[in-house]
């Protein structure tokens, strides 16, 4: 399946008096993180209705500890991205998403090269 497919979003995390802020950005150079579509979920229910995001925060990007994604401990999860844009994104590490809502299997699956596997 192609990234495309999964309604992919660069974002910034961001801060005001009222809290933290995900913001969706125009493109990699931006980004702090990418959010798509729960492959498992997309391929469950057939689409997007009823399907949740992934969200992964950047290595490297000056993303702060309590923002973005997080392990199972509550630690910061950071990737290493590669690439240009969706068409040929590429995280390391794989990612691993575990069975938290109700409907989701969880998912262990890696981005390469803009696919989603």
């Not at 490297?60 to 969706?86: A, C, E, F, I, L």
């Amino acid at each position: 399946m192609k990234l495309g497919q999964l309604d992919p979003q660069f974002v910034q995390y961001f801060e005001d008096a009222s809290g933290s802020y995900l913001r969706c950005v125009p493109d990699l150079v931006q980004a702090q993180g990418i959010r798509f579509l729960c492959p498992a979920c997309f391929v469950r229910n057939g689409g997007n209705v009823g399907t949740h995001y992934i969200e992964t925060s950047f290595a490297g990007r000056d993303v702060k500890d309590h923002q973005g994604s997080h392990n199972r401990s509550g630690k910061p999860s950071r990737w290493t991205v590669y690439g240009s844009g969706y068409s040929d994104l590429t995280l390391s590490p794989s990612v691993l998403i575990y069975a938290a809502e109700p409907a989701c299997p969880g998912w262990h699956g890696w981005v390469k090269f803009g696919e989603v596997k």
